[in-house]
T-cell receptor
């Protein structure tokens, strides 16, 4: 596609329910990132994929959070047993390559985000 | 620990020059990014520095000093549309994990 897309754009759920957020990266981009942004705050790194593997999961807040990526393309972020503190905008980004200093192509292109509200 | 510091807010006048500073302490360094984020929108890439010195791109320039853990973003000929948050971000060793600062909200007034 022309850019990174995410769905849904908005999700309202009840505390304790599971939610699944989807990210479609730019075609051909090998690296994919998930971030969380609370109102008025900076971006909090959650997880990074290079291809289908996730070398760094250290940013996931708890074991209720998981993510997968299949076919080197679409990624889903799943939050189980949602809590009110999970309310935030979840941003996905992709880059042509990842992890190579000084080489063009590692800038990240962001999707519009999914606004999650847990009641 | 890992820490990126930037001022919370700045105000500047249309047509002027503004410099947004960023200091960082991270576990390893594999490049520093600046992103622009308008309210309610996703961040967009502005610049990338991995070597010391100044990178110029039109009205925007970014400077890096790795020994000082310091960068700045320079915006010239400010326009009203430059009112946004500016995010400083550092990629750690290997470049996989990108740590973002809280952002600097810039208000451009007429």
């Amino acid at each position: 596609g022309a850019g990174v897309s995410q769905s849904p754009s908005n999700k309202v759920t009840e505390k304790g329910k599971d939610v699944e957020l989807r990210c479609d990266p730019i075609s051909g981009h090998t690296a994919l990132y998930w971030y969380r942004q609370s109102l008025g705050q900076g971006l909090e790194f959650l997880i990074y994929f290079q291809g289908n593997s996730a070398p760094d999961k250290s940013g996931l807040p708890s074991d209720r959070f998981s993510a997968e990526r299949t076919g080197g393309s679409v990624s889903t972020l799943t939050i189980q047993r949602t809590q009110q503190e999970d309310s935030a905008v979840y941003l996905c980004a992709s880059s042509l390559i990842g992890g190579l200093a000084g080489v063009g192509g590692n800038e990240q292109f962001f999707g519009p985000g999914t606004r999650l509200t847990v009641l | 620990g890992q820490n990126i510091d930037q001022p919370t807010e700045m105000t500047a006048t249309e047509g002027a020059i503004v410099q947004i500073n960023c200091t960082y302490q991270t576990s390893g360094f594999n490049g520093l990014f600046w992103y622009q984020q308008h309210a309610g929108e996703a961040p967009t890439f502005l610049s990338y520095n991995v070597l010391d010195g100044l990178e110029e791109k039109g009205r925007f320039s970014s400077f890096l000093s790795r020994s000082k853990g310091y960068s700045y973003l320079l915006l010239k000929e400010l326009q009203m549309k430059d009112s946004a948050s500016y995010l400083c971000a550092v990629a750690n060793t290997g470049g996989f994990k990108t740590i973002f600062g809280a952002g600097t909200r810039l208000f451009v007034k007429a």
